[in-house]
């Protein structure tokens, strides 16, 4: 059967050779020819390229090929890097420009930019100062004195004087001319002050007169307010009479030195002996309590009476342990209270030594007043006070005050109202000094 089929001969199919352009009218191929020509040469308006796909597009003119996209990003701000702060928060100084003119403001108002110099301006008037300075333009040769004290009794307080008492006192003496008061908070064995050391030591708190305990804070702001200074007074020193509080305790424990001090006619005097350790201790222990609980006291000043009278019996010379007490003293204070004075009102270098053992030169105070309480030798007393820082009367002697207060070489000047009458003393003083301009 296949062999069969394998022997049948198909008929020939007549085939057309070639591609059949003959058939093609020449009139049409003349049309086409001119559409190529036409469109080559205008292949710039045409943009036929874009049509195209990449693999042909590429053989076009240059000028035809599909441009590459445009990938500039839209502005936006920079990028901080990867440690850095945002920069919206990178805090920056804020630029110097030129300040606008406005009236001079009374406080500057705050703002961010860093803290700058306050322009020097003409300070305004201020009625009275916080604390006490020397006058920056003296008018007068009183006002040029660096100290116008004047001497206060610690019983000036007692009687309970009240607040207004004690300020009003204060304003008194700034109105005749005073600028310092050195005022009693120690004498014959006793505090003016509530004292822990005396309670300690004693029994019993101060002295028992009878007094606020705010006297003093009082005073010194009053003073401070006013322009003024407070030195602290220790009156009597290292004496005590038969009147003190611990005269019997003293006695008992032979606190004293053998005999009786009569340096002035008519006081009878017994003097503490800072040889003995527990004496010492406890002057020491005092001044370095009330340094510490009155902080904003200028000084703290004693006088001839700390000192050993040449008359005493046993001629025995103290001068060496008095001046170990004195700076031992001297140091505690200083270490609590770098800032306080520590002042002198005393006999002349000379006489101090010779007949007081009390060689003060050797001290270390920081101020020393030569007391001219005897009139007789004032030209003598004066030839040493021009050396220290000032000299220190009484209110017998306010003759001698235009003398002092036209020698440039007093320093300060101390009153000592001797018959215990401190508001008629310092009205003699705005008297003479008015009179003296």
Known sequence: MLGAIANITMPNKKENPGCGCAN???????????????????????NI????????????????????????????????????APPQVIPTKTPTTKPQTSPSPVTPAPSASPKTETPKTKPQALPLPVTPSPSASPQT???????????????????????QTIRERVRYYRQQGINTIIHGVWGNGCTMYHSEVMQQTF???????????????????????????????????IKIDKNSPIFDLA??????????????????????????????????????????????????????YLG???????????????TNFVRQMRAD???????????????????????FAADWANWGVDRAFIQIYNDANFKQELEYAVNYQGVAISDQQLNRLPELIANPKIQSIL??????????TAAAVKKLISSTK
């Open 49 to 84: 390229g874009k049509l195209l796909p990449e693999s042909i597009s590429k053989f076009l003119p240059i000028n035809q090929q599909q441009p590459a996209p445009n990938f500039t990003p839209a502005p936006q701000p920079p990028v901080a890097a990867a440690n850095d």
């Open 415 to 424: 009153v000592f109202p001797s018959d215990g009458k401190p508001e008629q």
């Open 24 to 46: 093609i009218p020449i009139s049409f191929l003349i049309v086409l020819l001119g559409l190529g020509y036409w469109g080559f040469t205008n292949l710039d308006r045409l």
């Open 203 to 237: 029994g019993f708190k101060s002295c028992p007169n009878q007094f606020q305990e705010q006297w003093l804070d009082w005073l010194i702001d009053e003073a401070h307010k006013q322009g003024m200074q407070v030195h602290a007074y220790f009156e009597k020193g």
């Open 141 to 163: 040769p009183w006002e040029q004195k660096q100290i116008r004290g004047i001497y206060l009794s610690r019983y000036q307080v007692t009687n309970n004087a009240s607040e």
């Open 251 to 304: 006695i008992a424990k032979k606190w004293v030195v053998p005999g009786v001090d009569r340096t002035y006619p008519g006081i009878e005097h017994y003097v503490l002996d800072v040889e003995i350790p527990e004496v010492a201790a406890l002057f020491r222990k005092i001044s370095v309590e009330f340094v510490k609980k009155y902080p904003k006291i200028g000084a703290v000043q004693w006088d001839d």
């Open 308 to 322: 050993y009278h040449a008359e005493l019996p046993g001629k025995v010379d103290r001068t060496t342990h008095l």
């Open 333 to 355: 204070i200083k270490k609590v209270n770098p800032s306080v004075s520590f002042d002198l009102c005393h006999h002349n270098p000379y006489w101090g030594k010779r007949y």
